[in-house]
């Protein structure tokens, strides 16, 4: 959240601000609240700080509502800015008075979730960008390369054999079919996009998951990293293991994630304790689960549940690389096979006229 960002945005008057400008913004008053400064006089530091930019209406609604109610998260509420889950964490760790480990917490767990954001976004437009790269590559050899081949072939006055001319003609029709699928797979995948973006989305990466594995994967690994980094802040915050998953449900989006979150909790009701419970909903992989068994033994399920969340960013992250690694080539050795096809139905009947002339 910088000044230049600030600039650079048309207005503050947004649905939420984004993952990183609300990292920047939990780390500035995490540090505040450290530096022993009082809250009002922070606020209004940032105020001064951000005065002429976008984010200026924000922070001064934030600013007014600290002075006059002293409550971080009744000011974060009335700035519309702030997702309610911000809003409800900010209101944890005053009731617990441990405001200022909350905004730290909520700072990693702001910047994890930029770096999924990037990861996501780089491992759909690297293998979009290859496929407009093949469609515009095909195209041009289709229309203009093979109609100037053709034309020259004619004005030298050859008789071209007919099965010279049906390679050709197979090289056209060739090129033209790989269009078509080329432009399918973009209108396809510009559909999922939209998609993605409205409340079909996990609809959408559910049956992504059926026909590609490594998107179920990686949405398994997404659901369980969110939760563990929640239920790290919540526990950090102070709050009771028991009353913090109805709250981690409530900021979950995955529907499959937020039924595991009722059932445990529903065995949890019955007895069952939160290792055990976890374990039969199937949030986390087997050995992840010995992990909390420990913790929970040994009092530090904040901390085990802190590192799950960087393993599963870290998993997550491999599992993306790895997959782009797999596209790449494959889209390559795609491309060049196409290429050298119609190439091809363009240099024999050269060579075929050249023969018959000699």
């Avoid at 390369?145 to 006055?157: A, D, H, K, R």
Wanted: one cysteine or more; proline letters at 4%.
């Amino acid at each position: 959240m910088t000044t230049q960002q600030g600039t650079d945005r048309g207005t503050a008057n947004q649905c939420c601000l984004s993952a990183s400008e609300l990292c920047i913004f939990c780390k500035q008053v995490a540090l505040i609240l450290h530096s022993g400064v009082p809250m009002h006089d922070g606020i209004d530091a940032l105020c001064t700080n951000y005065k002429g930019t976008a984010y200026e209406p924000a922070l001064t609604q934030v600013n007014s509502a600290v002075k006059e109610h002293g409550m971080l998260h009744t000011a974060l509420e009335s700035a519309q800015v702030f997702p309610p889950y911000m809003v409800q964490m900010a209101k944890i760790g005053e009731q617990t008075g441990k405001l200022d480990e909350v905004m730290a917490s909520l700072s990693r767990y702001y910047a994890r979730e930029q770096k999924i954001k990037r990861s996501i976004k780089n491992a759909v437009i690297y293998p979009a960008c290859l496929v407009i790269m093949m469609a515009v590559v095909i195209l041009v050899l289709v229309v203009r390369v093979l109609p100037i081949f053709e034309q020259v072939y004619w004005s030298l006055g050859a008789d071209v054999p007919g099965s010279t001319s049906t390679l050709m003609a197979f090289g056209v029709n060739a090129g033209m079919a790989v269009l078509i699928i080329a432009g399918i797979a973009i209108l396809i995948g510009l559909g999922i996009a939209l998609l993605l973006r409205t409340s079909k989305r996990f609809v959408i990466l559910g049956w992504l998951g059926k026909v590609i594995r490594p998107v179920s994967r990686l949405n398994a690994c997404l659901t369980a990293g969110r939760f563990a980094s929640n239920m790290s802040m919540m526990l950090a915050g102070g709050f009771p293991l028991e009353e913090s998953l109805p709250l981690i449900e409530d900021v979950m989006a995955d529907p499959k994630g937020r039924n595991k979150i009722r059932t445990c909790k529903s065995l949890m009701e019955q007895g069952t304790p939160f290792p055990e419970a976890i374990a039969q909903v199937g949030m986390f992989e087997p050995l992840h689960n010995k992990m909390i068994h420990i913790g929970h033994m040994t009092g530090q399920t904040e901390k085990v549940m802190a590192d799950l969340a960087d393993i599963y960013q870290d998993q997550m992250d491999n599992d993306i690389s790895r997959l782009i690694v797999m596209i790449e080539p494959t889209m390559v050795v795609l491309l060049s096979v196409i290429i050298g096809a119609i190439l091809l139905s363009v240099m024999l009947p050269m060579i075929s006229i050249m023969s018959s002339i000699m």
